[in-house]
C-alpha cells in the first residue's frame, strides 16, 4: 500500500500506509485481535513495517497508533 501510495502521491518524501481492527465488527481472529494495526512507511525509497495491539477505545487507539506513527516517522528522519 505504501509503494502504491508512492505513485498516486509522487512529490511525497514520506508515504503512511495502515490497516487494523479499530473496533468490533471486523475481522478479527485470535492471531489478529481487535486493537492490531500494521503499518508501512515509505521513506527514501525503503519500506518499514509495524505491527501494534493497541488497547482501549476506538478514539484511545486511534490517538495512540497516531502517535506511533508520528514517533516512528521522527526516528527515521533523525537516522540520516
Not at 502504491?4 to 490497516?19: P, W
Not at 500494521?38 to 493497541?54: A, E, P, R, V
Amino acid at each position: 500500500m505504501a509503494r502504491q501510495g508512492k505513485n498516486l502521491f509522487t512529490q511525497a518524501d514520506i508515504i503512511v500506509a495502515c490497516t487494523g481492527l479499530l473496533k468490533p465488527g471486523g475481522s478479527a481472529t485470535e492471531n489478529k485481535p481487535e486493537g492490531t494495526f500494521f503499518t508501512s512507511i515509505l521513506y527514501l525509497n525503503k519500506i518499514h513495517n509495524f505491527q501494534y495491539f493497541i488497547e482501549g477505545t476506538a478514539l484511545k487507539r486511534l490517538d495512540v497508533l497516531t502517535q506511533y506513527i508520528a514517533d516512528e516517522i521522527i526516528k527515521l528522519i533523525q537516522s540520516v
